[in-house]
């Protein structure tokens, strides 16, 4: 020891005998005044047990150097409790007659100064002997310690080596230091086991609240994790997962590992599944895991159910039923008796055929009854079967496979039904649909199972089917247009929508519904209409039903313009800027063209907008622009 720290742990001592003088600790006090026993000792050793257990055989192999050399080691707690004693029997015996026992405190303020106070107070080795110590009881010893620091370098105990005065040397506390560091060595091999158990506690929880299942694996498919949502998946249990192969729970694995080696992509790929439920299919992404130098050592699995994919897909495509039965206008009672046969057959899984004439609310009745059902939550689907050209119908209601024809998308393609999936698919107008697609659908309704175009891979999907049509099908399966066993497996529950003519007395209330709706979205002030005008309205035929009415409705309410072809008063609207068009003018042909240019004008060409305010389909709009011969590109910006 050199002159400057002997001379600092001169300083030391005599700071602390100066400390203790000034709290009238007496020199003649034979042993600690704070000794606890009982409930308040077993706390604290309760407090300290990972640090007895800990320290225990590094006392031991320390006390085993100088077993017989009348020494005992004392361990203690931040506070100086002691809280374990082993030592030779015979200075043992002087230590605990002056009740140096597990309990007693050891600090300076209530035993003054020692090795043990110092290494609390000073937070490092120190060794004193004799007259150092400030009680006179202590003169006869020579104590080595060291303070033990937690892994954050927290002070957390002592350890002291006790012996008598003419026995201890300066290696005895090189001893003592050895003992400490070994101690506090196993505290951080502790502390990071800690840290990595809770670190894997905290990813694996993340992991298992993850709604998908994930499994990892080697290149030879020995499965090494998985998380508790791939048991579900699978109904196995940890142990049963780990015993089967990766290749063994789904096919395409060969493919999937293939792609992972040649640093390709194997991402949202529906695969067959040999799972104890009864799925057959899931899909599944697979991603590499490789070391610190790049190299490929294992595999990740993430299983998904096909319909939530879908369903998330769904959702960001905006595939959804807006509408409800409270939002359906209406109190004739013959309407609101087709009302609660459409409530009562909502949650049943037959399927559904909506016949009415066009513009009588066919897919607002469709998606009434979806929300209506327990299907409510999953996916609405609906495809005009008239709006889509023959060639591209089948791609669309059943989906495709890669490189299946010319243009079509890499990875594939799913079709109407697949996205519907657990939800509702609505084919409006499906008396247009060919024939060879009526054969494939009425598989479909029977087998629920479909197949995309290039692929020989049965999908199964669970589907509730709701169709509508404004034609007489009955005359179509006579005239050899529709099929008929398809037509009985559609018409399993027929729902008549009435024509507006036959529920007149709603008219005046369907008025009033769209004179403010529409109002508010073009921002017009709503016009009151005449008695007159309305006892035309009620008395008009509509062919165009609803839909007719509220495309009348917001001509009113942007030009004031009354159409002959709607009503003849001449005294409608008391507007100033009423515009009237002739007698002469009413021809058919002449006032439909005039009304599909000023559509057009007003839309600037836009055919989407215009079919839509005109309440005819795309395809029907571009026959009759071509049947008057209208150039669109005068009306373009």
Not at 45 to 66: D, G, Q
Not at 546 to 565: A, K, M
Request: hydrophobic residues 40%.
């Amino acid at each position: 020891m050199n002159k400057a720290t002997e001379l600092n742990i001169r300083k030391s001592i005599e700071a602390s005998k100066e400390r203790c003088r000034l709290r009238n600790l007496d020199t003649e006090l034979k042993y600690s005044r704070k000794i606890i026993e009982g409930a308040a000792l077993q706390r604290v050793l309760k407090r300290n047990r990972e640090l007895i257990e800990l320290s225990k055989p590094f006392i031991e192999h320390l006390y085993n150097f100088v077993k017989g050399s009348n020494f005992f080691t004392i361990l203690t707690d931040e506070s100086g409790c002691i809280l374990n004693v082993i030592g030779d029997e015979g200075i043992l015996e002087e230590a605990f007659a002056i009740k140096m026992i597990p309990g007693a405190y050891m600090d300076e303020e209530n035993i003054g100064t020692n090795a043990m106070s110092l290494a609390l107070t000073e937070k490092k080795p120190i060794q004193i002997s004799g007259e150092d110590h400030y009680i006179k009881a202590y003169h006869k010893w020579t104590c080595s310690a060291a303070p033990i620091m937690d892994a954050n370098n927290k002070l957390i105990g002592v350890l002291d080596l006790t012996g008598y005065y003419d026995s201890v040397n300066s290696h005895t506390l090189g001893m003592v230091v050895a003992a400490v560091n070994a101690i506090e060595k196993m505290l951080e091999i502790i502390e990071y086991n800690k840290k990595l158990e809770s670190a894997k506690i905290y990813t694996d929880t993340i992991i298992d609240s993850i709604p998908a299942g994930i499994m990892t694996s080697d290149l030879d498919g020995n499965i090494i994790t998985v998380n508790k949502h791939m048991l579900y998946l699978f109904g196995y249990t940890e142990e049963e997962m780990k015993q089967k192969k990766a290749y063994s729970l789904f096919e395409d694995w060969d493919n999937a590992i293939k792609a992972i080696r040649l640093n390709d992509n194997y991402l949202d790929e529906d695969v067959f599944v040999n799972s104890r439920k009864n799925v057959l299919q899931y899909n599944l992404s697979v991603y590499p895991i490789r070391d610190i130098k790049e190299n490929l050592n294992g595999v990740v699995y993430v299983f998904k159910e096909v319909r939530k994919v879908r369903k998330l897909a769904n959702k960001i495509m905006g595939r959804q039923a807006i509408y409800t039965f409270d939002k359906i206008i209406g109190n004739n009672k013959e309407f609101l008796k087709t009302i609660e046969f459409a409530k009562q057959i909502a949650d049943s899984r037959s399927t559904i055929l909506i016949m009415g004439e066009s513009g009588t609310g066919k897919e607002v009745f469709a998606q009434s009854i979806h929300n209506y059902s327990n299907r409510r939550n999953e996916t609405f689907v609906a495809l005009n079967c008239g709006a889509i050209p023959k060639n591209l119908i089948e791609s669309e209601l059943f989906g495709y496979e890669e490189g299946a024809f010319t243009g079509a998308k890499k990875n594939g393609h799913p079709g109407k039904f697949e996205i519907a999936d657990g939800g509702t698919i609505f084919l409006d107008e499906v008396g247009e649909m060919p024939l060879d697609m009526q054969t494939r659908l009425l598989r479909v309704i029977e087998e629920g199972t479909v197949c995309r175009i290039g692929s020989t891979k049965e999908i199964v999907v669970d589907v509730r089917i709701i169709a509508a049509t404004n034609k007489d099908l009955v005359e179509e399966v006579n005239r050899g247009n529709f099929r008929k066993d398809l037509f009985y497996r559609l018409n399993v529950l027929p729902l008549r929508l009435p024509a507006l003519r036959e529920r007149k007395d709603d008219i005046p209330l369907l008025i009033d519904y769209f004179m403010n709706k529409i109002s508010k979205r073009i921002n017009k002030k709503v016009i009151e209409l005449t008695k007159d005008y309305l006892k035309e309205l009620i008395e008009y035929d509509w062919p165009g039903n609803i839909r007719e009415l509220e495309n009348l409705i917001e001509l009113v309410l942007n030009t004031g313009c009354i159409d002959h072809n709607h009503i003849k008063s001449k005294k409608a609207i008391g507007n100033e800027n009423y515009i009237d068009i002739e007698e002469a003018e009413f021809n058919l042909e002449k006032v439909e063209k005039e009304i599909i240019i000023k559509a057009l004008k007003r839309f600037k060409g836009n055919i989407t907008n215009c079919a839509k305010a005109l309440g005819i389909g795309r395809n029907t709009l571009y026959r009759k622009i071509s049947k008057y011969k209208i150039d669109c590109s005068e009306f373009e910006v």
